[in-house]
């Protein structure tokens, strides 16, 4: 079993930054993929990037593209998630997830953290 908590949520005006946390305990968690999703409020959860168990590869929606990092430090223990020229339409409840796959795909991950809030003001 994978625990995953997730921190660094906040309000901050477009254009500014924000960094997602996502600390993960349990058995092996070096051996899982890791992935960032979002849900905005009328809407369903959506991948925001995701990286391998090894670190070496990462993906992200497009809307993020250029803008956004996912990296995970040299342990493989915590997921950071670093949000440039944050928009509004970047709003949602973020969450940390882990999965056995490297995917886009909510159904590949098995474990999730509880969420944090990203609001982005104009």
């Known amino acids: 079993h994978v625990q995953l908590v997730e921190s660094g949520g906040g309000l901050v005006q477009t254009g500014h930054s924000l960094r997602l946390s996502c600390a993960a305990s349990?058995?092996?968690?070096?051996?899982?993929?890791m992935a960032w999703f979002r849900q905005a409020p009328g809407k369903e959860r959506q991948i925001v990037a995701a990286?391998?168990?090894?670190?070496?590869?990462?993906i992200y929606a497009d809307s993020v593209k250029g803008r956004f990092a996912i990296s995970r430090d040299n342990a493989m223990t915590t997921v950071y998630l670093q949000m440039n020229s944050l928009k509004p339409e970047d709003t949602a409840v973020y969450y940390c997830?882990?999965?056995?796959?490297?995917?886009?795909?909510?159904?590949?991950?098995?474990?999730w953290g509880a969420g944090t809030q990203v609001t982005v003001t104009v």
């Open positions: 997830a882990a999965g056995l796959l490297f995917s886009t795909s909510r159904g590949s991950y098995k474990y």
């Open positions: 349990g058995r092996t968690c070096s051996d899982y993929g």
């Open positions: 990286i391998t168990s090894s670190g070496s590869n990462t």
